[in-house]
């Protein structure tokens, strides 16, 4: 089975600062997720990528397969980006379908 | 806009009664999931279909069923609720490559 680390566990930062988040995992895979959970607990799905870079408005989403490692930025970041951001791989080695997913970074972006 | 959908969004139940919790999705496709997150806890997956007539457990044990007699329906039941399943409740459809998540079932067990 798949183990993803995820670091920081919790973060806060001032508006307007420059956020990184990373994810680390055991096992290759073909394909990563960031996902994003509000506090209502709704997840959005924010990337899925296998490879190089993906950047969506402000979010810019890393992975390095060799090194097995993923990672989420924001910039320029808001009070309304505070979340909790997911990163999850496919379950792998035989194991049931679906996601292994990280225990979550919680950010909270301070006005 | 992911169309899957959950209900009820939020339900608070007495100890030992029936319930079931519905999931929904219109965007055909044949693979669909549950996940339980306890407080404070990561996601998990709990059961998993790949079709109609396919139901299969997932990594994380559950005392919970589902069934899958139609493409876009996937609700999981919970013959006598616990306190000990209290705990959100996410569907999903898709591929592991591209998942649509539902917006969730938070269940409390009294």
């Known amino acids: 089975k798949n183990e993803v680390e995820q670091s920081p566990q919790n973060l806060t930062a001032q508006e307007g600062e420059f956020i990184t988040i990373n994810c680390s995992y055991s096992v290759g895979i073909s394909a990563l997720h960031w996902l994003q959970q509000h506090p209502g607990g709704g997840i959005v799905s924010l990337f899925m990528?296998?490879?190089g870079k993906k950047k969506h408005g402000r979010l810019i989403a890393t992975i390095n397969i060799q090194e097995k490692h993923s990672s989420l930025h924001i910039t320029a970041s808001h009070p309304r980006d505070s979340a909790v951001y997911i990163c999850a791989v496919p379950n792998s080695g035989g194991g049931a379908d679906g996601l292994t997913f990280g225990k979550g970074t919680h950010l909270i972006i301070q006005p | 806009e992911a169309d899957i959908y959950q209900t009820p969004r939020y339900l608070v139940i007495g100890t030992g009664k029936k319930i079931t919790l519905e999931c929904s999705q219109t965007m055909g496709h044949d693979k669909m999931y549950w996940y339980q997150q306890d407080p404070g806890m990561e996601l998990h997956l709990i059961h998993y279909s790949y079709g109609v007539n396919s139901t299969e457990k997932g990594d994380l044990s559950s005392e919970s069923t589902v069934s899958r007699i139609r493409t876009e329906h996937f609700p999981l039941t919970l013959e006598s609720a616990r306190p000990s399943h209290t705990s959100q409740y996410l569907c999903?459809?898709?591929?592991?490559?591209?998942?649509?998540f539902g917006p969730g079932t938070r269940l409390t067990v009294l």
């Open positions: 999903a459809s898709g591929q592991v490559t591209e998942q649509f």
């Open positions: 990528l296998s490879s």
